[in-house]
C-alpha cells in the first residue's frame, strides 16, 4: 500500500474514534439525569448548597441550549428562607468546543421567574457568601449576553427586618472572558423605581479575595443620583477598592419613597467621597456634604477585627441649626409642647442606639456654629464621641455659649435608655439665654453659673425629667429685669412709698440648689433671691415629675423702710406650671394678715413703721448665700 493511502487511512479512524468519542460525550451530555447530578455536584463542591431541578433538558441546534424549569437552590441550615433562589424558567447557551470535552461554559443566560432570598444572620454571616475555602469558578461562564425580567428580590436583615424589591428589567452584554460587560436595569418598589446602569472592563477575577475591576456605577431615582468611579470591588467581602462616589440630588423625594421613609426633603444635596480599602483597612476622606445651610468635611478609616468594627473619624461642620436641618432632611416639625409642660413625652432614638452591637467608635467632631433647637447658640462646639456597642460616651464636650462657656461629660447607653451628666456653664447670660429662646421676659445682664452631676433614665426628655437624680445648683449675677408687671409685683410686696421705678427690677443675685430625687428637689431655703429693693429666701419644692414648683417664702425689705402687702402677710408663695408659676400671698397666713391690717389703722400704722425700719436696719443674711451655706444643705438633705 502506498504511503499516501496510509496516512489516510489512519485520518479516517483518527476521525472515527473522535466521532464515536463525542458521540458518546453528547449522549452523555444530553441525558437529564447525568445533566442534573453534574449540576448538583458541581454546586455542592463549589457552594455547600443543594439544587433541585423539576426539568432539565439539551438541544444541540442550532447552538447547544441548556434548560432548566422549577430551579431552586437552598439556604444555609440558619436562614429562615428554605431558599436562596427560584425560578421558574432557566435557559443558558453553551460554548460548543468545551462541551465536547465534557466542559458546561455558559455564553448566554435568560432567567424568566426569578425570586432571591438574602439574608444576614444576628452575627453577620450572609446567606449569599461563598464557603472560605471555596470561589466562584468563573472558567464556566464566558458570558456575552444576559437578560432577566420580573425577577423578586426578597432581603431580611440582621434584625429580622424584611424589605422586597422588583428586578423590573436586567441587561447585560460583554466580551469573552468576562470583559467589558456593560449593563443596566430598573428595581422598582411601590410606585417608585431606581434606574441603574453600568461598565465594567474585567469580571474574571469575580469571586477572588481582593479581586477589583475598573468601572463605573450610577444609580439614578427620581432628581437624586449617585455615581461611583474608579476600581470596583469584585468579591463580596469588599477586601479592596479604590472609588470615588459622588451624589447629586434636587429632590429626595423619589428615593425617599423608595426606601418607604415618610418624609420629604425640601433642599437639595451635594455629596462627595473617596473610598479606598486594602489589607482590611477602609479608609475614606475628602469628605464634602452640603445640605441647605449645613455644610460638612471629614475623614477617617474602619476596619473589622475579631467580629468587631472599629471606626476613627473626624468631621466638622461650619453651622448647624438643629431645628432647620431636621426640617431639611425631611423629618416632620416637633409637636406643640402641651400647654404648661416644658418637656415633650416623644419618644427618643434609643431603638437605633441600641441596636448597634459589635462596633467601637470614635469621632473628633467640631462646630463652628450649633444653634439647639431651643435657639440657643453654641460657638465652637467640641466633642470627642466614643462608641462601645450601645453606650456612647462623651467624656468632654465643650464651646462658648451666650457669652461665657459650656463644658461638661455625657454617657448614654441604648438599651437601658439611661443617661450620666456632668454640666457645668460659666458666666453665661440669663437675658442673652431668654431672648435666644424667644421668651418675651426682657433681661439685661445675669451672668450664670450651673453645676449640674445628675443621672436618670427613660424613654423620652419627659421621662428623663421626671426621673433625674442628683444636684443641679444654679448661681445668677446682677441682673435688671425690664418689666412692668414685676417692678409692679415688688412695688406691693415691698413700699408703698417707695420710690423705685416700678417698670423694673435690678436683681443683685438668685441662687437654686436643687437636691433632685426621682425629678423631685425639695427642702429649706432652696431658692434664694435679692434685689436693690427687697429680699427672698424660700423653701419647698420643684417637681419635675408634674412639672410644677412650690415655693414659699418671705419677702423683706434691704433698706430704709416701707410699706407693703409683705408687712401685712407671714408668707408669699410661688406656685403653679414650672413653665409659669405664679406668686401669690399664702392663704395661711390670711388670718394673720387681717388683724395685722387691723392693728395697723387702728394705731395709725405706727406698729407697721416700726417694723420696716427694724427690717431695714437688720437685714436677713444674704439669700444668695443662704442657700449654700452649709446648715441650709444639711436641712435640704434631712428633707
Not at 16 to 36: C, E, F, N, P
Not at 68 to 80: E, F, G, H, L
Not at 342 to 347: V, W
Not at 575 to 601: T, W, Y
Amino acid at each position: 500500500m502506498r504511503r499516501w493511502h496510509k496516512v489516510l487511512l489512519s485520518v479516517v479512524v483518527l476521525l472515527l474514534v473522535l466521532a464515536a468519542a463525542g458521540g458518546y460525550a453528547l449522549q452523555r451530555l444530553t441525558d437529564s439525569t447525568h445533566l442534573t447530578e453534574l449540576a448538583r455536584s458541581s454546586l455542592k463542591q463549589n457552594w455547600n448548597r443543594d439544587l433541585t431541578i423539576g426539568g432539565l433538558s439539551l438541544d444541540l441546534l442550532p447552538y447547544p441550549r441548556l434548560r432548566a424549569s422549577d430551579v431552586r437552590i437552598s439556604n444555609p441550615d440558619w436562614a429562615q428562607d428554605k431558599y436562596a433562589l427560584q425560578a421558574e424558567d432557566i435557559r443558558a447557551r453553551l460554548a460548543l468546543a468545551p462541551l465536547l470535552r465534557g466542559d458546561v461554559v455558559v455564553e448566554g443566560l435568560l432567567i424568566n421567574g426569578l425570586t432571591l432570598n438574602l439574608e444576614v444572620a444576628a452575627d453577620g454571616r450572609r446567606s449569599w457568601d461563598l464557603p472560605v475555602t471555596r470561589k466562584l469558578r468563573t472558567s464556566q461562564f464566558d458570558l456575552l449576553a444576559l437578560r432577566a425580567d420580573v425577577s423578586k428580590i426578597n432581603f431580611r436583615s440582621a434584625h429580622q427586618e424584611s424589605k422586597s424589591w422588583q428586578l423590573d428589567t436586567l441587561r447585560a452584554k460583554g466580551s469573552s472572558g468576562l470583559r467589558n460587560l456593560v449593563f443596566n436595569g430598573r428595581l422598582v418598589r411601590a410606585q417608585y423605581t431606581v434606574q441603574f446602569n453600568g461598565q465594567l472592563d474585567d469580571l474574571s477575577g469575580m469571586g477572588t479575595p481582593g479581586a477589583v475591576s475598573k468601572g463605573v456605577l450610577t444609580v439614578q431615582s427620581g432628581q437624586a443620583q449617585a455615581t461611583v468611579t474608579g476600581q470596583l470591588p469584585l468579591d463580596s467581602a469588599l477586601q479592596a477598592y479604590d472609588v470615588a462616589l459622588a451624589v447629586e440630588a434636587e429632590s429626595l423625594k423619589e428615593l425617599y419613597g423608595y426606601l418607604q421613609i415618610d418624609r420629604t426633603s425640601p433642599v437639595p444635596l451635594q455629596a462627595s467621597v473617596k473610598l479606598q480599602a486594602s489589607e482590611q483597612q477602609h479608609v475614606f476622606k475628602d469628605l464634602k456634604l452640603q445640605l441647605g445651610k449645613l455644610n460638612l468635611s471629614g475623614a477617617g478609616q474602619w476596619s473589622k477585627q475579631n467580629g468587631r468594627t472599629k471606626l476613627n473619624a473626624s468631621l466638622h461642620a461650619d453651622h448647624i441649626d438643629m431645628k432647620q436641618t431636621f426640617l431639611d432632611i425631611g423629618q416632620p416639625p416637633l409637636a406643640e409642647k402641651k400647654e404648661g409642660e416644658l418637656f415633650r413625652d416623644k419618644p427618643l432614638a434609643w431603638p437605633l442606639l441600641a441596636q448597634a452591637n459589635n462596633i467601637d467608635a470614635r469621632v473628633a467632631a467640631a462646630i463652628d456654629n450649633l444653634k439647639l433647637r431651643s435657639g440657643v447658640e453654641v460657638e465652637g462646639a467640641q466633642a470627642d464621641l466614643r462608641l462601645h456597642d450601645d453606650t456612647l460616651t462623651l467624656p468632654e464636650f465643650s464651646g462658648k455659649l451666650l457669652g461665657g462657656s459650656v463644658h461638661g461629660d455625657i454617657v448614654l447607653e441604648g438599651k437601658k435608655q439611661a443617661v450620666k451628666l456632668n454640666l457645668q456653664l460659666n458666666d453665661t447670660s440669663l437675658g442673652a439665654m431668654l431672648k435666644a429662646s424667644g421668651k418675651e421676659l426682657v433681661v439685661n445682664g445675669g451672668a450664670m453659673k450651673v453645676d449640674a452631676k445628675v443621672t436618670t433614665h427613660g424613654s423620652s426628655m419627659k421621662d428623663l425629667a421626671a426621673g433625674l437624680n442628683g444636684p443641679v445648683e444654679i448661681r445668677i449675677g446682677s441682673a435688671q429685669i425690664l418689666s412692668p408687671a414685676a417692678g409692679q409685683a415688688e412695688f406691693w410686696l415691698t413700699g408703698l412709698f417707695s420710690s423705685k421705678d416700678s417698670k423694673r427690677i435690678d436683681m443683685a443675685c438668685a441662687s437654686g440648689r436643687l437636691p433632685f430625687v426621682a425629678g423631685v428637689a425639695k427642702g429649706v431655703g432652696i431658692v434664694g433671691a435679692r434685689s436693690d429693693a427687697s429680699q427672698l429666701l424660700t423653701s419647698g419644692q420643684v417637681n419635675l415629675q408634674n412639672q410644677t414648683v412650690d415655693l414659699r417664702g418671705k419677702v423683706r425689705v434691704r433698706s430704709g423702710f416701707s410699706l407693703g402687702i409683705s408687712n401685712f402677710s407671714d408668707e408669699v408663695k410661688i406656685v403653679g406650671a414650672l413653665g409659669k408659676p405664679e406668686l401669690k400671698l399664702d392663704e395661711s397666713g390670711a388670718l394673720g394678715a387681717i388683724a395685722r391690717i387691723g392693728a395697723a389703722i387702728l394705731t395709725s400704722g405706727v406698729s407697721i413703721v416700726a417694723t420696716s425700719i427694724w427690717d431695714g436696719a437688720n437685714p436677713k443674711s444674704d439669700p444668695c448665700q443662704v442657700v449654700f451655706s452649709s446648715r441650709a444643705a444639711k436641712k435640704q438633705q434631712s428633707r
